[in-house]
T-cell receptor, first 112, second 115 residues
Framework: KAGVTQTPRYLIKTRGQQVTLSCSPI?????VSWYQQTPGQGLQFLFE???????NKGNFPGRFSGRQFSNSRSEMNVSTLELGDSALYLC???????????FGPGTRLTVL | AQSVAQPEDQVNVAEGNPLTVKCTYSVSGNPYLFWYVQYPNRGLQFLLK??????LVKGSYGFEAEFNKSQTSFHLKKPSALVSDSALYFC?????????????FGRGTSLIVHP
């Protein structure tokens, strides 16, 4: 089975712009979660989607949003980018929540 | 609130020697505990988990972990380290008592295995 895929792998944006990241889960997995990884804050949970509905949400501002499509693929959007949004954004999929999560390789976002 | 502590930023061990990466947790209910490994420029790979049952959990690549409720610990172990085990290791806890199961990760421990 193919693993979790994330596109793009690397992204450079400037402050004030917005960005959309994409995640394709493992086939058959319906739960998709997003995480932010930074040297300062470590790994932090952003949100989780299941059947196109956001079920769980972490403690991030409303600039961070997401959605899930009927094929379980998910996108994450960050609007009005700030320097502090520079991070590795990881997507994870599982059959359901809170089953074992399998992570993608991540998208490295750099905000200049 | 749940929390996870990995008290060592870095662990150094010689190849062939046993290794231990420490993790302690704090939750209000019965924890779900996980270990993940991260190689450079890669996502997290699942190693093992404890939800219920036998306190000794065996996982991928020869790793195992022991759940100790009285010490609130879930240390990762391997009898004989390999150079290829060098990576960043994360412990995570999910507290089912609140119903959300949102995971909290430790800060990570860098394992360096010397030839």
């Amino acid at each position: 089975k193919a693993g979790v895929t994330q596109t793009p792998r690397y992204l450079i944006k400037t402050r004030g712009q917005q960005v959309t990241l994409s995640c394709s889960p493992i086939s058959g997995h319906r739960s998709v979660s997003w995480y932010q990884q930074t040297p300062g804050q470590g790994l932090q949970f952003l949100f989780e989607y299941f059947s196109e509905t956001q079920r769980n949400k972490g403690n991030f501002p409303g600039r961070f949003s997401g959605r899930q499509f009927s094929n379980s693929r998910s996108e994450m959007n960050v609007s009005t980018l700030e320097l502090g949004d520079s991070a590795l954004y990881l997507c994870a999929s599982s059959l359901d929540w809170p089953d074992t999560q399998y992570f993608g390789p991540g998208t490295r976002l750099t905000v200049l | 609130a749940q929390s996870v502590a990995q008290p060592e930023d870095q662990v150094n061990v010689a190849e062939g020697n046993p290794l231990t990466v420490k993790c302690t947790y704090s939750v209000s209910g019965n924890p779900y505990l996980f270990w993940y490994v991260q190689y450079p420029n890669r996502g997290l790979q699942f190693l093992l988990k404890y939800i219920t049952g036998d306190n000794l959990v065996k996982g991928s690549y020869g790793f195992e972990a022991e759940f100790n409720k009285s010490q609130t610990s879930f240390h990762l172990k391997k009898p004989s380290a390999l150079v290829s085990d060098s990576a960043l290791y994360f412990c995570a806890v999910r507290d089912p008592s609140g119903g959300s199961y949102i995971p909290t990760f430790g800060r990570g421990t860098s394992l360096i295995v010397h030839p």
